[in-house]
């Protein structure tokens, strides 16, 4: 299963931003904010897939933002190691692909902040996908 991925050169590529701006907090309460990954894989042929990578942020309780942010790469691959995969997204839930893509995703929730009540949030550079 080691050679699923044949070329490692891929660029992610931005999908989408969802924000929403919600309401301020009340005064010295306690804001917990949840982040989580969510990854799919889609078969563009029978050498290509193009990977998914979200990331969610959400406030508890409900104030300030909530957003996810979506990047993609496409990943060629060797199409028969991929079809022997029994799972396509635990496959690459563990490869470099997901450290790119949670990385470059990492950054860009760090943008997406900045200028926000609570300032740049550094999110992990690594997948966060709940158990």
Same mark, same amino acid.
Not at 5 to 16: C, D, L, R, S
Not at 67 to 74: G, P
């Given at each position: 299963m080691e050679?699923?991925?044949?070329?490692?050169? #891929?660029?992610?590529?931005?999908?989408?931003?969802?924000?929403q701006r919600l309401a301020e907090p009340?005064?010295?309460?306690?804001i917990n904010m949840r982040v989580w990954d969510e990854m799919r894989v889609e078969r563009?042929?029978?050498d290509a897939v193009k990977v998914y990578f979200k990331r969610n942020v959400k406030p508890e309780p409900a104030s300030l933002f909530s #957003?996810?942010?979506?990047?993609?790469?496409?990943?060629?691959?060797?199409g028969k190691e991929f079809d022997d995969?029994?799972?396509a997204v635990a496959y690459f839930r563990n490869s470099q692909v997901a450290r790119v893509l949670a990385s470059t995703v990492g950054?860009?929730?760090a943008e997406i902040t900045?200028?926000?009540?609570?300032?740049?949030?550094?999110?992990?550079?690594?997948?966060? #996908?709940p158990q």
């Open positions: 050679k699923v991925i044949k070329n490692m050169n #891929f660029k992610p590529i931005m999908e989408g931003i969802n924000y009340t005064p010295s309460s306690t563009l042929r029978h #957003f996810d942010v979506e990047m993609s790469v496409e990943v060629i691959v060797d995969l029994a799972d950054t860009v929730v900045m200028h926000s009540q609570i300032g740049p949030m550094m999110t992990a550079p690594v997948a966060q #996908f």
